[in-house]
T-cell receptor
């Protein structure tokens, strides 16, 4: 079974630009969560989608948005990039929605650098 | 407000020793406590998890100890190996379809040969 696939793996953008990251979950998984990982803050929850509906959202500004398609693939978008948005963005999939329903399967992440 | 706090921030252990990582939480509604392990260049992967109906869970060299009254849980790695060198995250979540998994900031474990 293929794991969670994230694209692109690395990207460099400049301040003010926008970026779209993609995540393909494990086949059969309907929940996709996104996390931002930085050295100082660890893993911070961005949002979760389940069956194309946003189930939960973290404390990030409206510049961060996401969506999920009918095939469970998900995208997240960051508009008007700031230097502080430089981070590793991780996508995780699971069969069920909710944080305590079992294992999250993470992808290897998309490393975003904002110059 | 950080809901899940890990300590220490980093840890160096000799091969064969015991690694102990602690985690404290604030929300008494949390009822699921996993530990994730992350190697450089990889995403985190579930190592072991516990629910509050038991005080200890062991899987191979890895043990979670849970203290509900103190709102703390810890990860013990017995006979630590250089291959255990990684970043370890504790996490917690409450029940409910709209709940989220809240992670600690992570600690870097180095096991010296």
């Amino acid at each position: 079974k293929a794991g969670v696939t994230q694209t692109p793996r690395y990207l460099i953008k400049t301040r003010g630009q926008q970026v779209t990251l993609s995540c393909s979950p494990i086949s059969g998984h309907r929940s996709v969560s996104w996390y931002q990982q930085t050295p100082g803050q660890g893993l911070q929850f961005l949002f979760e989608y389940f069956s194309e509906t946003q189930r939960n959202k973290g404390n990030f500004p409206g510049r961060f948005s996401g969506r999920q398609f009918s095939n469970s693939r998900s995208e997240m978008n960051v508009s008007t990039l700031e230097l502080g948005d430089s981070a590793l963005y991780l996508c995780a999939s699971s069969p069920l929605s909710g944080g305590n329903t079992g294992e999250l399967f993470f992808g290897e992440g998309s490393r975003l650098t904002v110059l | 407000q950080q809901q899940v706090k890990q300590s220490p921030q980093s840890l160096i252990v000799q091969k064969g020793g015991i690694s102990i990582i602690n985690c404290a939480y604030e929300n008494t509604a949390f009822d699921y406590f996993p530990w994730y392990q992350q190697f450089p260049g990889k995403g985190p992967a579930l190592l072991i998890a516990i629910r509050p109906d038991v005080s200890e869970k062991k899987e191979g060299r890895f043990t979670i100890s849970f203290n509900k009254s103190a709102k703390q849980f810890s990860l013990h790695i017995m006979d630590s190996q250089p291959g255990d060198s990684a970043t370890y995250f504790c996490a917690a979540s409450r029940a409910g379809a709209n709940s989220k998994l809240t992670f600690g900031k992570g600690i870097t474990l180095s096991v010296r040969p």
